[in-house]
């Protein structure tokens, strides 16, 4: 399988940068707490999933991603919480906590890319039932809110096309 076309490749590279995009998109203000509400919810959900599939075979990566969600939400949620003004300490702590997110993203794409050092690893079916998952979470919250999360809403779009959905 061409990496580009892995499922945990597209979530990684395409799905989560996305998701990462939308919230660089609003970093001057958060998000209006209904929308806040939404996301803390998808992103429990996303922690379930991983939490529910890990130490199955072939998670071996979803086994590290599963360990950090947790603490991933709660960034999250200080990323929101900074204050629904636009004043430039709001911005200020939003961009650390996005910087503190980046830097989580970061290191599974260090850990996929050394368990798939070989190049051409197929997918396991656990990757390929989190990747399905998790972006059925992205679906419903793209959808709920279409203006808020395009960038979200095309990652969803290319994944559906890629993979046959």
């Known amino acids: 399988m061409d990496q580009a076309q892995h499922p945990i490749h597209h979530l990684k590279s395409k799905g989560f940068a996305r998701f990462w995009q939308d919230l660089k998109n609003v970093e001057g203000t958060g998000y209006e707490h209904s929308i806040c509400t939404d996301v803390q919810s ?3 959900s996303v922690s379930q999933v ?10 071996h990566w979803l086994d590290e991603v599963s ?3 947790p603490s991933y939400v709660q960034v999250y949620v200080q990323w929101n919480d ?6 430039d300490q ?7 906590r996005l910087e503190q997110i980046l830097d989580t993203n970061r290191k ?3 850990e996929w890319k050394r368990l798939h050092r070989a190049g051409n690893a197929p997918a396991s079916a656990t990757e390929r039932e989190f990747a399905d998952r998790v972006y059925g979470h992205f679906a419903d919250l793209a959808e709920k ?5 395009r960038s979200l809403k095309s990652a969803v779009r290319s994944f559906r096309a890629s993979s046959g959905h």
């Open 42 to 44: 998808m992103l429990a």
């Open 50 to 59: 991983a939490t529910e599939l890990a130490g199955r075979a072939g998670s």
């Open 67 to 69: 360990a950090d969600l």
């Open 82 to 87: 900074a204050g629904r003004n636009a004043s």
């Open 90 to 96: 709001a911005e200020k702590i939003r961009r650390d």
């Open 108 to 110: 599974w794409i260090k």
């Open 145 to 149: 809110h279409p203006s808020t999360f």
